[in-house]
């Protein structure tokens, strides 16, 4: 079973940017979807972005669309998340994800934290107004 570690959280001011990683031990990266989900305090778990390692394929949450980049470095095994033009409200704790499930992508489910079985510890991302 894959082993998710994040790095690259921090304190950043508002329009600043970020890259989170996340690195994998034990199996590869390979034939898995990997996601990025962030939880601020008093809320729920939620989708930011995800990305198809054998594919490439991206997709993204509305509310980041446009600012955040998801990749993924098939030779380092890492996944990682560029966060721009950060807003207060990007606040919360970041986390890495994955899944064998490929059927995420035609059910068009990737978004759902119940699809993913191995997660990292998270990392704190805190942008100041």
């Known amino acids: 079973q894959v082993q998710l570690g994040e790095s690259g959280g921090g304190l950043v001011q508002a329009g600043g940017s970020l890259r989170l990683s996340c690195a994998a031990s034990?199996?590869?990266?390979?034939?898995?979807?990997l996601g990025w989900f962030r939880q601020a305090p008093g809320k729920e778990r939620e989708f930011v972005a995800a990305?198809?390692?054998?594919?490439?394929?991206?997709y993204y949450a509305n509310s980041v669309q446009g600012r955040f980049t998801i990749s993924r470095d098939n030779v380092k095994n890492t996944l990682y998340l560029q966060m721009n033009s950060l807003k207060p409200e990007d606040t919360a704790v970041y986390y890495c994800?994955?899944?064998?499930?490929?059927?995420?992508?035609?059910?068009?489910?990737?978004?759902?934290?119940?699809?993913?079985?191995?997660w990292g510890q998270g990392t704190q991302v805190t942008v100041s107004s």
């Open positions: 994800a994955a899944t064998k499930k490929n059927s995420i992508y035609y059910s068009r489910s990737y978004y759902k934290t119940n699809e993913y079985d191995n």
């Open positions: 990305i198809r390692w054998t594919s490439g394929n991206t």
């Open positions: 034990g199996p590869t990266f390979s034939n898995y979807g």
